[in-house]
Every structure is written in structure tokens, then in C-alpha cells.
T-cell receptor, first 118, second 118 residues
Framework: AQSVTQLDSHVSVSEGTPVLLRCNYSSSYSPSLFWYVQHPNKGLQLLLKYTSAATLVKGINGFEAEFKKSETSFHLTKPSAHMSDAAEYFC????????????????FGQGTILTVHP | NAGVTQTPKFRVLKTGQSMTLLCAQD?????MYWYRQDPGMGLRLIHYSVGEGTTAKGEVPDGYNVSRLKKQNFLLGLESAAPSQTSVYFC?????????????????FGPGTRLTVL
């Protein structure tokens, strides 16, 4: 079984300050982990993904995340927030290494809404 | 490439009416998925397909049926709509990575269908 917990439902920052969105996961198998972003009334866009290569993953728009197996965490960070970063962010887990039986199914966290103040 | 497209974008139904949502992808992906998104709950998997002619139940399949007659299309049907099915529906597709480990590429999402059942 797998699950994802996003520790904050809302995060509010000022433009130019750092962003931290927290995610803990639980997976019986070596997971693939993703962060997706959803702007209002839009579809989901991939920010970054971890699939057992480097533990520090860099994504688009200056975001990065670090996979910490000992802490079962995959927190998303950005050094300096921009107004255009205001959106909802989803941490997502998918089991891997199961010989194909996971069929790529994803488990989503509940989402974190990021607000950026001028 | 259009990626993943969904029709219609919006729909209002009365309780008991039926409808079909169409998802199409032009990336030759084997795997396709239908999700529903409700506030504070992330995305939840309704049904999925691992290839043409195959379908399987996800986390919340009740009240929905699906068909995958062609590789590029994945249809989601509501036989008798209920107000509890008011939601935003997303279709996604992906392909398994080559090599060992059983990892999957990220899923590509459509723009969504906003359905209201009165």
C-alpha cells in the first residue's frame, strides 16, 4: 500500500522569499515520486520527478526537491517565489520495481495551495 | 502534438441522465487513466487501461464505466448521473520506461471536464 501526506493545505509567502512545500510518503516498494502543479482552472503540469537516480531533483521554473528515504520525505523548494508560482501543488507517489504490476497508478496527496503576496 | 485532449470541457446534467466523456491522446501511450478531482482530496483514480481492449477498476469506480476500443481513445461513461458525481474529471496517459526497475514515466494530463449534476 502507498500513501502521500502533504503537511500543509495552504502556504503563504511574499514574493522573493523561499518556498517550502512539505510531503511525506509511505510505500511498500521503491517509489517513483512526482510534484505536479495546477494553476486555477487548468490541467496538471509536471514540475519534477524522482525515479531512483539522483536524490536531489531539479525541475522547471527553479523548483527542486530532495528525496530522503530515511525520513520518507520529498519536500519541494524554491529559493525565491514569483507571483506566477501561485497555484495548487500535488505530491504524487507511484510504486516501482514490481515487475509491471503497479501499471503506473498514482496516489495523490491532498494538495497544497500556494499564495504569493506582492 | 496535441497531447491529451478531453471533450467536452463543461457539462451540466440532471440526476439520472447519462453521458460519455471522451479522452484522446496522440503520443501512442499504452496506459490511460481517468481521475476525478474534488476539493481537498487530490485526484482519485476511477478506472484505468493498460492497453487497447483492456480496462480495470481504480479507487472509486462505482457509478462509472469505461471502454478502450482504440489505443488512442479512452471513454468514461456515466449511466445514471448522481449529484455526488459533480466533479472535475481528468484523463491521463503514460508509457512504461524501458529497462529494469519497472518505473513509469510521468503521466500527461488533459485539461479536464467540469461536470455538474443537478
Amino acid at each position: 500500500a502507498q500513501s502521500v501526506t502533504q503537511l500543509d493545505s495552504h502556504v503563504s509567502v511574499s514574493e522573493g522569499t523561499p518556498v517550502l512545500l512539505r510531503c511525506n510518503y509511505s510505500s511498500s516498494y521503491s517509489p517513483s515520486l512526482f510534484w505536479y502543479v495546477q494553476h486555477p482552472n487548468k490541467g496538471l503540469q509536471l514540475l519534477l520527478k524522482y525515479t531512483s537516480a539522483a536524490t536531489l531533483v531539479k525541475g522547471i521554473n527553479g523548483f527542486e526537491a530532495e528525496f530522503k528515504k530515511s525520513e520518507t520525505s520529498f519536500h519541494l523548494t524554491k529559493p525565491s517565489a514569483h507571483m506566477s508560482d501561485a497555484a495548487e501543488y500535488f505530491c504524487v507517489v507511484s510504486p516501482s520495481g514490481l515487475g509491471g504490476t503497479s501499471y503506473g497508478k498514482l496516489t495523490f496527496g491532498q494538495g497544497t495551495i500556494l499564495t504569493v503576496h506582492p | 502534438n496535441a497531447g491529451v485532449t478531453q471533450t467536452p470541457k463543461f457539462r451540466v446534467l440532471k440526476t439520472g441522465q447519462s453521458m460519455t466523456l471522451l479522452c484522446a491522446q496522440d503520443m501512442n501511450h499504452e496506459y490511460m487513466y481517468w481521475y476525478r478531482q474534488d476539493p481537498g482530496m487530490g485526484l482519485r483514480l476511477i478506472h484505468y487501461s493498460v492497453g487497447e481492449g483492456t480496462t480495470a477498476k481504480g479507487e472509486v469506480p462505482d457509478g462509472y464505466n469505461v471502454s478502450r476500443l482504440k489505443k488512442q481513445n479512452f471513454l468514461l461513461g456515466l449511466e445514471s448521473a448522481a449529484p455526488s458525481q459533480t466533479s472535475v474529471y481528468f484523463c491521463a496517459s503514460t508509457q512504461r520506461t524501458s529497462g529494469r526497475g519497472g518505473h513509469y514515466n510521468e503521466q500527461f494530463f488533459g485539461p479536464g471536464t467540469r461536470l455538474t449534476v443537478l
